[in-house]
């Protein structure tokens, strides 16, 4: 099992250090620009690129005072500069900074859940293709339903993966974009020159237009596919928990040497790294509700959303990269029982094949609803314990007037029924995974 840690680089770009370092980048980069103009002295630009710098404890000190980040923290850089900082946030509003920096940390954050997504594709894959003919049974309403590989659930799982890849790419590239517009969005004091300027050395896009904010719907959608993404999570651990049931036990999260399980019962091996991936889950689906609230503000812009992306972007942003990797760990070490699924496959004494018979009548000419009344007769009698299932249908009058002994037993076969699961895995084979 290995453990990748990408965590401390998610919480760097969420520290207040890294947000103000994109605030600094943007305020130097808006000055050069006004220099092209020739709105900006050379020389002065020269002082702001050479003496620009920040303290956090400062900005925060003078923010106490101030109570507006923004205000502080170019009060702060003035401090170090001097008279020629009197050119910063010429033009500009706060938004422009915060919106533009909080965008970098969007896409940054988007670029690390990209690749934690791309090596759970490579894992699912590869533990698909391992597992592809490891039979086990298929459940439905959670009852028995017919007999699938445990490949192929993997497959399924894979897919979604590659889905909520695609869905994270476009949340970035729907968030990978930079505002300079000034008050109310229409540059009344600054040149869109300056706009496009900041916007392309940060490798972002202007935002076609602006309301003195950029609109909430690009965070919404960004909130929404880390959302769906952690319900691929939870949907997957779910599935495990499941399958680690005493009476199923068919697979099992890793247990690591000298893990308890139980403060009371020594013999429990409990799923609690699947647990906590479907908690934490919950929480990434309720910040994408905010996200929706965030997108009414009144008229042109008010702060209502502010506070309250402060603490879901970073917390859903950590949280899913949290538990992709742990959930990455699960897969990479997860332990299989085979013998335990053919085990579970015999449990019903071969009911599972009901649909090959209900299948052999009708193909015999059979009425369909009659044939599943026939098959089904016989189920029952078998579930209440009168008889086995086969020996039901051997008997059955009705069933042996259009089926002969061996094509019935020859019903019970699972080769058949799994033939065409390779159409799935020679998808997978093609599914491309970055290295």
């Keep these: ?32 620009a006004m220099a092209e103009m020739g ?17 956090v404890e400062r900005v925060r000190e003078i923010e106490q005072v101030m109570r507006h980040d923004v205000n502080a923290f170019i009060a702060n850089l003035a401090e170090y500069i001097g008279p020629e900082a009197r050119w910063l946030h010429m033009g500009m509003t706060s938004s422009d900074v915060l919106d533009t920096g909080l965008a970098l940390q969007m896409r ?36 028995h339903a017919e007999i699938i590989t445990f490949g192929a659930k993997l497959a399924v799982w894979a897919f979604e993966t590659r889905r909520n890849l695609e869905r994270l790419q476009r949340a970035q590239n729907a968030v990978s974009y930079g505002q300079i517009s000034g008050a109310v969005g229409v540059y009344a004091s600054i040149d869109p020159f300056v706009e496009k300027y900041v916007c392309d050395r940060l490798g972002l896009r202007p935002a076609e237009a602006s309301s003195q904010v950029l609109q909430r719907d690009r ?59 479907c908690g934490l889950a ?24 502010s506070s309250a ?28 029982y085979p013998w335990k699924m053919e085990k579970n496959i015999e449990l019903t004494g071969g009911l599972v094949f009901s649909e090959k018979v209900l299948l052999a009548l009708v193909n015999r000419g059979v009425e369909r609803q009659e044939a599943y009344k026939m098959v089904q007769a016989n189920a029952m009698k078998a579930v209440r314990g009168e008889g086995d299932f086969m020996d039901n249908l051997l008997h ?40």
Aim: a negative charge.
């Design 396 to 435: 059955d009058e009705q069933v042996s007037h259009y089926l002969l002994p061996e094509e019935i037993m020859a019903c019970f076969d699972s080769r058949e029924g799994l033939a065409r699961v390779t159409v799935i895995f020679d998808r997978l084979d093609e599914l491309k995974v970055k290295p």
């Design 1 to 32: 099992m290995i453990e990748r840690y990408t965590l401390p680089r998610m919480k760097e770009i969420w520290s207040d250090e890294a947000r103000m370092q994109n605030w600094l980048q943007i305020e130097v980069l808006a000055a050069e």
């Design 108 to 143: 940054d954050a988007a670029e690390i859940l990209v690749e934690d997504t791309s090596h759970l594709l490579g894992v699912l894959k590869n533990k698909a293709l391992e597992h592809r003919d490891t039979r086990m049974m298929g459940r439905t309403h959670g009852v």
């Design 282 to 305: 919950r929480v990434i689906r309720g910040n994408a509700s905010v996200a929706f609230e965030n997108q009414a503000l009144w008229h042109e812009r008010d702060i209502s959303h």
């Design 219 to 277: 965070h919404a959608e960004y909130l929404s596919a880390l959302a769906i993404a952690a319900a691929s999570l939870e949907k997957f651990a779910f599935e495990i928990r499941a399958l680690q049931k005493t009476e199923v036990m068919e697979v099992e999260e890793p247990f690591k040497e000298g893990q308890t399980g139980s403060s009371a019962m020594p013999h429990k091996r409990n799923p609690i790294i699947c647990e906590r991936v």
């Design 309 to 336: 992306e402060r603490v879901i972007l970073p917390d859903s942003t950590i949280l899913l990269d949290y538990i992709t990797n742990k959930f990455c760990a699960v897969m990479e070490g997860l332990v299989v």
């Design 39 to 55: 709105v900006v002295p050379r020389d002065d630009l020269e002082v702001i690129r050479k003496r620009a710098r920040f303290d």
